[in-house]
């Protein structure tokens, strides 16, 4: 039943995310996920769970801590709370992503963008990722439970010696870009709503286009498997975990 | 980072008892109680969650509280923000002055990835937390198990992005105290990691103490 896979750099769907909306894919093991910020200036909040397991998550400390950073891009794996990597990033134009910063909500989207309602606005009314995230969850059975912390692709909050944040206007650039490879089965679930300390006070989001694309297993010589100790030993674990549950036959 | 100390007076105390190192506890604050973390011997890291006591999924979110203040360390006059936006506790009093809520809890998985693959029979702070689910009789369940406050824990983030496990700036007889703005649970870990400098190689027990 096994179909033969595509050629390596195939892409297999294309979408474009308007600003402001909800979205979510499982993403088979070895099929990237290419986000681009076509305008500059997007925000892409991003959650990721075991696609077979939903109880397996995206583990903000344990993805940081494991690469003592506290930031995302190219070389990264994002790590679920098992020691496994669900995700690395195998390409990124962009540099930093935000990994702490959360998700806003109604009421900080109320005050700082003015209220604006279907009623009225339609479909151009303003949206907050945090109602965005959970509408998505819930089609997989989800809740609030399940709101972790997530990556904000294409953000930028920069620290000081005191801790302190400073979110970096036009971090991204017009066509920034950012290659995620699922390396279990993962279940990606985002939204473009603005990030939480953007402080512009006119409501313009920014669309991201997802592109799901065939890039093949990561090699021995992979640059996330190579690009720390830790994550050998990230790439081990989850080569332990499709021994026991792989009937795909890798 | 800023020093407060406290104004509460033991004597007049409601509720104190020690948690031993590698053991989890769970307690129930009401609203307007304070609680007091006291570090007895010193760089000892202290694992914590809240929630809500009357609705459970009403809970800490590290990503609430960092965005709500504009800053990545917890100190006095922090509001520990739920996923709801609403303030849980506010921190009022602090001998530390800086804690972490980015580093989350060992568990046998991370300290595979972080150490060697054969170091997940050691024990862990998420095995703690899971025992302390298991005995909440289904109020809490892994679910549940967000990003997590370690109180004396110095885990800075340069302007570069790098983080890192310091050596701990706490010491023995430091606390930290927090007053309650809702009912809260108040789960927590105290940390038996071995592997790096967050207890000093050596996890010690931490005293709490409850006020009205």
Redesign the interface.
Known sequence: MTATPPTVGTIVRQELVPGARHWSVELRRAYGLRLTDVEGGANCAALFYNAHQH?ERY????T???Q????LTRGHCL?S????ILVSITADSCG?HDA????G?A??VAAQYGESHYQQARNACHRNGRDSLLVELGKWGMG???????VNFFSKA????????HFVAAHSAPGSQVELRAEMDTLVVLDTCPH??DPASRWQPKPVQVDIVYLGAAGEDDQCRLSRA?NG??F??TARYHCQHDHAGH | MTIVVSTLDATSAVFSCDVLAGEPWLYRLAAGQTLRILDLEGNQAVDTLFFNADDP?ERY????T??AQ????LGAGTALVS?E?RVMLTITADTCG?HDT????C????N???Y??DKWPMHSC?DSFLLACARSHGLLT???L???INFFMN?P???E?????EDGISDAGKYVEMQAAMPVLVLVSNCPQLNNPCNAYSPTPVRMIVWD
Not at chain 1, 144 to 150: G, M, Q, R
């Open positions: 109880l583990n903000m400390a344990d940081l801590k494991a003592h950073t506290a930031y790590y709370d098992m020691g496994r930093w702490f910063c959360g998700v909500n009421s900080l609030l439970p399940d709101l972790v912390a997530n920069a620290v000081d010696t005191t801790g302190a944040l939480p300390l830790e030993r990230g081990a674990n | 999924s979110s590290a990503q609430d960092i965005r504009g800053n990545l360390y996923n936006g800086r980015l580093g989350g809890a568990a046998a998985e991370s595979q990835v972080r060697a693959l998420r892994k679910r549940d967000p990003a997590n885990v983030v340069t302007a992005g790098r983080l890192s496990f």
